[in-house]
């Protein structure tokens, strides 16, 4: 039974029994006077009854002072717990946006549970810029299209939080001076608004702003004490967050001068790129390459194996000496030996006069055999020989010399498999495999397609530079897959540059062939809308720069927006890749 209701029952059990003293006492009363009618006693016993009432008056009043105190101590007990409630949500919200590391996440769930909480009709979370741009980054049930004109409302509310880094409550906006004459406080229908700073030391981050519609439902002080408190909490998230942000910016920038140190020690100009895997390769190829140590380069046709093994000569202390290269499935099995082994006069028919063999030629430097796969068993055992032996003995001849050479082999099919089927000795597969590198297709570094076009653009045009790509052709040139790797992708640059005779080389400039499937009808007319396509173009402008850098932060860097717009963005046309 509340309160209220014990008021009720006591007044009524008061009542009753004050009617029942006086009831009981007019008995009495009457009794005394029929029996003696002494009227010194009727005196005494009228004193007697009035200090009865008298007392029961007191009684009553004390009764329900002690109500009356109840009641206020009932109501603050009952306070204290509505705020150690809220406080108890405030501490659990901290929790949770400080385990939360991704910004627009931690935006969306503050706005979300301070809207809540406060029983606004909307809010919204900005952020500042070093210039003190204001960006809304989170609303809360805010209409898009009212989106702008509730920016321009509180404009004056959040500048003034923020040059003065106080708190703002009003319970009359149109009462304002300031914003009576906003067309949006009018509009919107606003009544009530609170702001607070997001502060971070001495750092303005921005503000977390939050209104109400209905006038019966003003803000307490309260409400503010605890939008204050809850800004607070908000910081130490955006700090966490504002952190590995940075800490992503400072590690997308070390690959970035360990690329520019390697490159400095391992000059490898014609292995153009910039990507993680070329890195990886061309930093293998740095350790290996001032030792004499035989490597074996693995990778799909026209992923530059010969212009990795060129690398690795130049850059070893044979740099000075031959570079020999004998592409093994270009020569016919049955000529192959007498060009590596060289032969002497009368070796064969047509042999007229002694000559050095590719291996005798290369003695001091080094010899790349490219397609070493194709090389025939026979063949195999005897350069296994002068891997083994370092020595060669030409066709015809009786005496053997020594060489001092370093082997570098390629090829493009599984050793593994052509050593099961007794295709490839094992032997000579571990000879020459003391080093393994393998180069990555094209299509497993998309992120070096557009600097390996404007470069093979740049030869092509005589070192004129005045074509370039457009972003849709570039796009479009990174989708493809490229089966023939580097050495396809300069043929179709090669071919773009003697078809196309405008300075922009457009989607409709480049082969049909490499166009997949989401860009077969990419320069035909089609029923998108120009906000459709506009959005597709931006999707597709948005992965190339993602692929390009190594952070979303360097991203947003290049495209000239904050993070938190990007997101946004990636967000809403649904970028997984």
Not at 56 to 77: T, Y
């Amino acid at each position: 039974m509340d309160t209220s209701s014990k008021r009720q029952v006591l007044n009524k059990l008061l009542g009753e029994f004050t009617a029942k003293i006086s009831e009981d006492f007019m008995k009495l009363s009457a009794g005394a006077k029929n029996k003696s009618g002494d009227q010194e006693l009727d005196k005494q016993v009228d004193k007697t009854f009035r200090k009865i009432l008298e007392f029961n008056k007191e009684l009553s009043k004390e009764i329900h002072q002690v109500l009356d105190g109840l009641e206020l101590f009932a109501s603050k007990i009952e306070k204290l717990n509505d705020e150690k409630s809220r406080f108890e949500r405030l501490y659990a919200s901290g929790i949770m946006f400080q385990s939360e590391t991704e910004m627009i996440s931690l935006m969306e769930k503050a706005i979300e549970t301070v809207v809540k909480e406060l029983e606004a009709d909307e809010g919204f979370i900005v952020l500042t810029d070093e210039k003190q741009a204001y960006e809304t980054i989170v609303s809360k049930n805010m209409d898009p299209d009212a989106m702008p004109s509730a920016k321009e409302m509180s404009t004056s509310i959040i500048g003034n939080t923020i040059s003065s880094l106080q708190p703002l409550q009003l319970n009359d906006i149109k009462m304002e001076d300031e914003l009576s004459i906003k067309h949006s406080v009018v509009s919107l229908g606003l009544s009530a608004a609170m702001c607070a700073p997001l502060v971070s030391g001495q750092k303005v981050l921005g503000a977390v702003y939050i209104d109400r519609r209905n006038k019966e439902m003003p803000f307490k002080d309260s409400d503010l004490t605890f939008l204050i408190a809850f800004a607070k909490q908000i910081v130490k998230g955006l700090e966490v967050s504002l952190e590995i942000q940075q800490l992503e910016e400072k590690l997308s920038e070390k690959p970035k001068q360990e690329f520019l140190l390697l490159r400095s020690e391992f000059k490898s100009d014609e292995m153009i790129g910039t990507s993680k895997k070329l890195f990886n390769v061309l930093k293998l190829a740095s350790k290996v390459s001032n030792t004499n140590a035989s490597v074996l380069v693995l990778g799909e046709n026209g992923t530059g194996k010969e212009l990795l093994a060129r690398a690795i000569h130049n850059n070893s202390s044979r740099a000075n000496k031959p570079f020999v290269a004998v592409n093994c499935g270009a020569i016919p099995s049955e000529l192959l030996e007498s060009e590596l082994f060289g032969y002497e006069s009368g070796a064969f028919t047509g042999a007229v006069k002694s000559k050095p063999g590719r291996l005798e030629t290369a003695d001091g430097g080094t010899i790349f055999l490219d397609e070493i796969g194709e090389m025939s068993v026979n063949l195999q055992a005897k350069l296994l020989r002068v891997i083994q032996t370092k020595e060669i003995e030409r066709l015809g001849g009786i005496d053997s010399k020594k060489i001092d050479v370093r082997f570098i082999a390629a090829t493009n099919r599984d050793l593994g498999v052509m050593i099961a089927e007794k295709a490839f000795r094992e032997d000579l597969y571990y000879r020459l495999k003391v080093i393994e590198i393998v180069l990555p297709p094209l299509r497993e570094r998309r992120e070096d397609i557009e600097i390996l076009s404007n470069s093979f653009l740049k030869k092509f045009s005589n070192g004129s530079n005045q074509q370039s790509f457009s972003e849709e052709a570039l796009f479009i040139l990174e989708r493809y897959d490229w089966p023939g790797n580097v050495r396809e992708l300069e043929n179709v640059v090669q071919r773009c540059v003697i078809l196309s005779k405008e300075n922009i080389i457009m989607p409709n400039d480049l082969p049909p062939e490499i166009f997949t499937e989401e860009f077969k009808d990419f320069e035909s007319s089609s029923e998108k809308t120009l906000e459709e396509a506009e959005n597709e173009f931006r999707k597709m402008y948005l992965i190339k720069t993602l692929r390009k850098v190594s952070s979303k932060s360097e991203a947003a860097k290049i495209l000239g927006i904050n993070r938190s717009h990007l997101h946004k963005l990636i967000t809403q046309l649904e970028i997984t890749d």
